[in-house]
């Protein structure tokens, strides 16, 4: 099933084009209020464009002039909060999506079995969704939804308002269910990234900056936004051949022509602190700069300087009484700074 879609809405600043393959999982990503839920109206069929098209298997579902109602077009959206019905079992929660597009009684029942042995909630099939934890209650809208064959699935968050604990489960449900089905899933979470993606897609101010496979735009980030999903530093200037802007030495993977722009990627735990007047080691460049925060990351502290983050244990930080506003040294070392071309 593959869509096309391209759209212009002024009054949400969104001109976007992407596409999505037969059996892909699209992660579309960005800040907030990038356009990422607006792009999944427009597929939904609950937003016009102003302008522009979207195809789904070669049939046309939207234009400024045509709007194929949201029922219709076999398109299921999957949002953060499930929404089953109350007065339904579960079982019959997972059997109506099936019921509603033809399905005989019997298949259904079978089918809806089949789903609840898959979701692991046969023992809760008579439950009503009041009588479910909120992870239960997501792994019953994932079945319906599913169920049900959607052409094409739209995952809103589908993690983000369940406890932290029962997530890995519910994303390995989805790993399974997601792997041959075509789907676009807006997340903020690196892991839905790595593990259900094969395509990114990265929006800001309702615009496509970004896209590639997983693997690659996480590789090699070429936008802020994108960098921080990855969890690199990323700085961009004008290669000499051993470093950026002559302040900044690098290590390139790729043939990288002198004088191109290129981005540096470095890890913030390959960036250390030089306390007081140590000497940075051979290969170490030297970058000052003025703190700007602090946050805890894990069982370390990032530090973050202007552009620059590092990963310091809280010992290090306590010990230098690191504050915002003071001015650091930061050592980084040319072999951790990877060097690619700016597209
Ligand atoms: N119902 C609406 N009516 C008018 N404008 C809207 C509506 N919903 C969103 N917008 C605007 O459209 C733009 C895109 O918002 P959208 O919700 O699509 O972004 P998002 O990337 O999904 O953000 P978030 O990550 O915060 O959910 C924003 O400027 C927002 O204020």
Redesign the pocket.
């Known amino acids: 099933m593959t869509l096309t879609l391209e759209a212009v809405v002024p009054?949400?600043?969104?001109h976007v084009a992407l596409d999505v393959a037969d059996g892909e999982t699209l992660a579309l990503v960005?800040?907030?209020?990038?356009?990422?839920?607006?792009?999944l109206s427009l597929i939904a069929g609950t937003l016009r464009p102003a302008a522009g098209r979207i195809t789904l298997d070669g049939r046309l579902l939207s234009t400024s002039d045509l709007l194929v109602p949201p029922h219709d077009r076999a398109v299921t959206t999957l949002a953060q909060d499930p929404v089953l019905f109350p007065h339904l079992s579960v079982a019959q929660n997972i059997a109506f999506g099936l019921r509603a597009q033809g399905t005989p009684r019997r298949r259904a029942r079978e089918e809806t079995s089949r789903w609840l042995t898959e979701i692991g909630l046969e023992e809760l099939a008579d439950r009503k969704p009041s009588q479910l934890s909120g992870g239960q209650a997501q792994r019953v809208a994932i079945a319906r939804a599913v169920a049900a064959t959607p052409r094409l699935l739209l995952l809103d968050e589908p993690m983000a308002a369940l406890d932290i604990d029962v997530a890995p489960a519910l994303r390995e449900l989805l790993r399974r269910v997601l792997a041959e089905r075509t789907t676009i899933l807006?997340t903020?979470d690196v892991l839905d990234v790595v593990t259900l993606a094969d395509r990114v897609a990265v929006?800001e101010d309702?615009r496509l900056i970004e896209s590639g496979p997983t693997a690659e735009v996480l590789a090699r980030p070429q936008e802020q936004f994108t960098a921080r999903l990855a969890g690199v530093n990323l700085l961009t200037g004008t290669w000499d051949g051993r470093t950026v802007d002559g302040t900044l030495a690098g290590v390139a993977h790729e043939p990288v022509s002198v004088g191109t722009r290129v981005r540096a990627a470095v890890r913030p735990a390959h960036v250390e602190l030089l306390e007081g007047g140590a000497h940075p080691s051979p290969g170490t460049m030297v970058l000052a700069r003025q703190v700007t925060d602090l946050e805890p990351r894990g069982d370390l502290v990032q530090v973050r300087a202007g552009e620059i983050a590092a990963d310091l244990t809280p010992q290090l930080v306590a010990r230098q009484r690191l504050r915002p506003g003071d001015e650091v040294r930061l050592g980084i070392r040319a072999a951790d700074v990877a060097i690619y071309p700016a597209r």
């Open positions: 009054e949400r600043g969104l960005g800040p907030n209020g990038a356009g990422k839920s607006s792009v807006v903020h929006l309702g």
